[in-house]
């Protein structure tokens, strides 16, 4: 299976531009998954909630998710795409998973970072894995790497694949999912942002790239630069991610003790 990153250098609020911009990328591309970034094409350092709120969208009616959908369809590849979503009063920060055969559905972060708990709802959508024919897929959001929990619970629930669109400040992500996609045997796809913001006299916030596909056995099969767009494409095979036993006494999940886990 062919899988893939689109590391993105977004203008802030130009959805459209930046979503132009994107489709124009596809035109060259073969894969059957690609991953975008968290809030792909609307930008990360919001100065108030006004702002959110005339950059999200509501899901699946929005522009967003019709032109994503519209793009699966064209070149037959399932996305997930981070995106702003509007939900009556409340915002949240959200990915949409979308194929050729339409809609699948969304995911609403669960743990927000840092000026995110200023402008969003937390995540009450919960965990969830997709079916979407070569793979089972599972979706996390950025800071959602640092809760163990997340990626367990959709290895647990399914996933082969976690896609993990990404805004990423601090350091530490792209070796910290090498831990994640070994301790699970998952495949993971982080796909972040380059460039800096600095909106409304706030301190600037610099994203790290290094967006990466990780194997069941934590190899990096591919890893991003720090400041170029990259659009990235892996082949990969989901029997890693099947095959749950590190040795022939030990299985991933199968050993598992959770009568000692709860606190
Ligand atoms: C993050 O969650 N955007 C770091």
Not at 29 to 57: K, R, T
Not at 215 to 243: C, F, H
Request: with cysteine; net charge negative.
């Amino acid at each position: 299976m062919k899988v893939g990153y689109f590391q993105s250098h977004p203008e802030f609020g130009n959805i459209q531009g930046n979503r132009e911009r994107f489709a124009s990328k596809l035109e060259s591309v073969e894969c059957e998954l690609l991953v975008l970034p968290e809030l792909a094409f609307s930008g990360y350092q919001f100065v108030n909630q006004e702002e959110v709120v005339a950059l999200s969208e509501p899901i699946p009616d929005g522009p967003t998710t019709q032109a994503c959908m519209a793009l699966a369809q064209r070149h037959h590849l399932h996305l997930v795409v981070g995106l702003p979503e509007r939900d009556g009063n409340r915002c949240y920060n959200s990915a949409i998973v979308v194929g050729p055969s339409g809609f699948l559905g969304s995911y609403r972060k669960t743990h927000l970072f840092f000026e995110e708990t200023l402008f969003f709802s937390p995540g009450n959508s919960g965990l969830h894995v997709w079916d979407i024919g070569p793979a089972r897929i599972g979706v996390m959001i950025c800071f959602d790497w640092y809760y163990p929990e997340v990626a367990r619970t959709l290895t647990l629930r399914g996933a082969e694949i976690v896609c993990h669109p990404a805004n990423l400040v601090l350091p530490h992500c792209p070796d910290a999912m090498v831990t994640r996609a070994l301790e699970n045997r998952i495949f993971s796809v982080t796909a972040d942002r380059i460039g800096k913001e600095a909106r409304g006299g706030k301190p600037p916030l610099t994203y790290i790239g290094r967006s990466e596909v990780v194997s069941p056995k934590g190899q990096v099969l591919s890893r991003a630069s720090q400041d170029q767009e990259e659009l990235t494409v892996v082949e990969i095979d989901l029997n890693e991610a099947r095959n749950k036993s590190i040795t022939p006494y030990n299985d991933v999940l199968k050993d598992r003790r959770p009568e000692y886990y709860s606190s």
